[in-house]
C-alpha cells in the first residue's frame, strides 16, 4: 500500500513535536467499533517500538514492525459507549479518545442516490430534521478523493459525525433511515460508513486487480496514471466548456432584443414538443402572474421541478436562484421587498447542453407562502438568445477506474464492519451487458481486500426511471437483471424497489422506504430475524393453451396483491414472433393467470421488464414487490 505517515492523524501527546504514534482517521473520536469476535485496530509508531492498546478493560500489547505499522485484534468487545480508549508507545506518546463506541458498522457505497443527503429530501420529511439528537447513529462521511497510482492507507478528508439537528441535513439518506431502523431493531450503536459519489461508475470503485478482464479500463488507467497527460487533457476540456459558455453569454440576445419577438409555448414541457428540435444553446421563458395584496412584498417560495439543463430565474427583474446542472430540483427562496400587488413576471434563462432541453413535466412549478399558493403551469412565452452546437463532453477524474478504490475504499479495508450496502448501477446503463461481471467482480474484490471472504452485501435494485431514455431502450431492466444475478453469491442480498422510483427524476425521494427495506434484508439474512423481506417469488407456472398460469410464493402463502391496472409495462407475452404485447391479467390467491388475443401460443412472458413501470406490480401483504423477470415457457 501506498504509504503516508502524515495522512494519519490523531497525533500522540508526549515528547517533541513530530509524534510518530497515530492512528488512522476511522480511529478518533465519535467512532463506532463492531462488536463481536474480533476487532481490528491499527495504527503507527517508530519501527519496531513496543504498542499497548487499553479499551473495555482489556490492555494488549504488540511491536510495530520496520515500518512502524501495527495492529492488534480486540475480542470479544460489548456494545455501547461512550467508552475511554488509550494507545500508549514505547517511546512515552499516548493517544486517549474519550468517545468510542461499540455496536454494529455498515459501508454504504454507491453513487448518487446514495449520496444525495437529507437536505435534498427535507420537504418530503420534514418531521425528520426536528428529532433531537441520536449519538447512537454516526456516521463516517469520506469526502471525494481519487487517486490512480494504488490504494492509499488513510483518508485524505473524512471524520465522525453523530446525528444530531446540527449535522443530520448533510447525512446521506439512505444511510440515515437505514441506522434508524437498525437502531430501532438491534438497540446497539449503528456505525455507517460513507464511501459514495454522484456519477460514479462500478469501476471507479474497484481495485486494479478485478478489472485485469477489461483491458479498456486498465489502458485508461494507465493514461490517468500519466500525471503530465492528466493536466493536460484536463486543462483541455475545462478549456472548451468555458469557452462555450463564454459564446452564449458574449452571443445571447435574451431581453435585450427588440428584433426577435416572443412565441407561446406550454410548460411544463419538452422543447422538442414545442417544435424546438435538438436545440443546443440559450432560451428564455417569461410569464406574467398576479399576486394578491395578502403576499405583496412577503417572501415566498419558488419552486420549478427539474431542468435540462442550466437556469438562472429572475422574479420582476432580480435573480432570486440559478442551478449549473440538471439534477437538483430548482427550490428557490423569493426575499422579501420583491412581489409587488398586481402583475409580476418571472423570467428564466435556460442553457440545454445536448438537445434535450426541457422543464419536467409533473414536477410542481408554483409560488407559494403558508396561506397562498400560485401556480405556474400553462401558457408561458419564449424566445431564443443564442443556439448552437452541443457543449462538449465533461470528462470527469472521479469516474476513471479504480480511482475511488483507491483513495476511498482501500483506507477502510483494515476496519472491522458487519456488511456492506451497495446502490449504485445508473452510471452503467451505457454499457449494461457487462454489469453483471463488473458487480460480482466488486463484490468478490472488496472481501478479498477486506480479508472477510464471507462479508455481506446488500444490494438496491434501481427503481423506476424513463425520462431521459428512448422509448425501446431497456438499459434499466438488463442492470436490474445483472443485480438480481449477483445474488448467485453467498451471503448478498438484492432489494427490489420498482414502486419507489419516479419516472421522470434520477433522484426519486423516498430513501426512508429504500433503507427500510435494505434493513430488513440485512435483519433477515445476516442477523436471522424472522422478517420477511422479500416480495412475491415466482414458484411454478403451467400453460393450458392461450392461457399461462404463474404461481407465486408469499410469505405466509398469503394473497397476492395486484396494484393499478395492467398495462403495456406489467405483464407481456410473447409467441414465436419474439413480439411482446400486453397480456390480460388475473389474480386469485397465489396465482396469476396471463392471455392475450394476439397471441395463441404463448412462448415467452416477461414482468415489469421496462425501465419505468407504474402499473399492475405485484406485492407482497406486506407491501413488498415482486421481483422484475422474463420467462422462456
Not at 455496536?103 to 420534514?126: A, H, I, T, W
Not at 409580476?344 to 435556460?350: A, K
Not at 453483471?436 to 423506476?464: S, Y
Request: charge should be negative; proline fraction near 6%.
Amino acid at each position: 500500500m501506498t504509504e503516508n505517515i502524515e495522512s494519519f492523524h490523531n497525533k500522540a501527546e508526549g515528547k517533541g513535536a513530530k509524534s510518530p504514534l497515530c492512528l488512522p482517521k476511522l480511529l478518533s473520536e465519535g467512532c463506532v467499533l463492531q462488536q463481536g469476535k474480533s476487532t481490528r485496530i491499527w495504527g503507527k509508531t517508530e519501527a519496531h517500538k513496543g504498542v499497548t492498546v487499553e479499551f473495555q478493560q482489556k490492555t494488549i500489547f504488540t511491536r510495530a514492525d520496520e515500518t512502524g505499522d501495527w495492529q492488534i485484534m480486540l475480542s470479544l468487545l460489548y456494545p455501547g459507549g461512550p467508552f475511554s480508549f488509550t494507545v500508549r508507545s514505547e517511546t512515552g506518546e499516548v493517544i486517549r479518545l474519550q468517545q468510542v463506541y461499540v455496536g454494529e458498522v455498515f459501508v454504504c457505497s454507491g453513487q448518487s442516490n446514495m449520496e444525495l443527503p437529507m437536505e435534498r429530501v427535507k420537504d418530503q420529511y420534514p418531521e425528520e430534521l426536528c428529532r433531537p439528537g441520536e449519538p447512537n447513529i454516526r456516521l463516517y462521511k469520506v469526502r471525494e478523493h481519487f487517486d490512480f497510482d494504488g490504494p492509499l492507507s488513510d483518508h485524505r478528508d473524512a471524520s465522525w459525525s453523530y446525528c444530531s439537528e446540527e449535522t443530520i441535513r448533510s447525512f446521506s439518506a439512505v444511510s440515515y433511515f437505514f441506522g434508524r431502523f437498525l437502531l430501532e431493531a438491534r438497540q446497539v450503536p449503528i456505525g455507517l460508513i460513507n464511501i459514495s459519489l454522484g456519477g460514479t461508475p462500478a469501476e471507479a470503485w474497484m481495485g486494479k486487480e478485478a478489472l485485469l478482464s477489461y483491458p479498456e479500463a486498465l489502458e485508461t488507467l494507465k493514461q490517468f496514471q500519466d500525471k503530465e497527460f492528466v493536466k493536460g487533457h484536463m486543462a483541455e476540456n475545462e478549456r472548451l466548456q468555458r469557452e462555450w459558455h463564454e459564446r452564449i453569454d458574449q452571443q445571447d440576445l435574451g431581453l435585450k432584443s427588440q428584433k426577435e419577438s416572443w412565441k407561446e409555448i406550454i410548460l411544463p414541457g419538452f422543447l422538442k414538443d414545442a417544435g424546438i428540435e435538438d436545440f443546443c444553446g440559450s432560451i428564455w421563458f417569461r410569464r406574467k402572474f398576479q399576486v394578491p395584496d395578502s403576499m405583496t412584498g412577503a417572501a415566498a417560495r419558488l419552486w420549478l421541478g427539474t431542468m435540462v439543463d442550466s437556469d438562472r430565474t429572475y422574479i420582476n427583474g432580480v435573480l432570486v436562484g440559478e442551478t449549473g446542472y440538471q439534477y437538483p430540483p430548482r427550490k428557490y427562496m423569493i426575499p422579501e421587498g420583491i412581489l409587488k400587488s398586481g402583475e409580476n413576471e418571472i423570467v428564466i434563462r435556460l442553457v440545454c447542453d445536448h438537445g434535450e432541453g426541457r422543464l419536467t413535466p409533473e414536477k410542481p412549478y408554483k409560488i407559494f407562502t403558508n396561506d397562498h399558493e400560485i401556480r405556474l403551469e400553462g401558457s408561458w412565452e419564449y424566445r431564443i438568445g443564442f443556439q448552437c452546437g452541443p457543449a462538449p463532453e465533461m470528462d470527469f477524474l472521479n469516474r476513471k477506474p479504480t480511482g475511488l478504490y483507491n483513495a476511498m475504499v482501500a483506507p477502510c479495508l483494515s476496519y472491522t464492519v458487519k456488511g456492506v450496502l451497495w446502490y449504485q448501477g445508473e452510471s452503467n446503463d451505457g454499457s449494461p451487458d457487462t454489469y453483471e461481471d463488473l458487480l460480482q467482480r466488486l463484490i468478490l474484490n472488496w472481501r478479498d481486500n477486506w480479508k472477510q471472504d464471507t462479508l455481506p452485501f446488500v444490494v438496491a435494485q434501481l427503481p423506476g426511471f424513463s425520462i431521459d431514455f428512448k422509448k425501446d431502450s431497456n438499459s434499466w431492466p438488463k442492470i436490474r437483471y445483472a443485480q438480481s444475478r449477483a445474488a448467485q453469491l453467498p451471503l448478498v442480498a438484492v432489494t427490489i424497489n420498482l414502486d419507489l422510483g419516479e419516472w421522470n427524476d434520477l433522484h426519486p425521494l423516498n430513501k426512508k422506504e429504500v433503507a427500510r427495506r435494505l434493513s430488513l434484508a440485512v435483519r433477515a439474512m445476516i442477523y436471522k430475524e424472522p422478517v420477511e423481506w422479500e416480495g412475491p417469488k415466482l414458484r411454478s407456472f403451467e400453460v393450458n393453451k392461450d392461457r399461462i398460469v404463474l404461481s407465486f410464493h408469499t410469505h405466509g402463502e398469503k394473497d397476492l396483491i395486484l396494484k393499478g391496472e395492467a398495462g403495456e409495462d406489467a405483464f407481456l407475452l410473447s409467441g414465436a414472433d419474439d413480439v411482446y404485447y400486453p397480456a390480460e391479467v388475473h389474480r386469485e390467491g397465489d396465482t396469476v393467470s396471463l392471455w392475450c388475443s394476439k397471441v395463441s401460443e404463448p412462448k415467452a412472458v416477461s414482468y415489469c421488464y421496462s425501465n419505468a413501470p407504474r402499473n399492475g406490480l405485484l406485492f407482497s401483504q406486506e407491501g413488498l414487490p415482486a421481483a422484475p423477470f422474463r420467462l422462456e415457457l
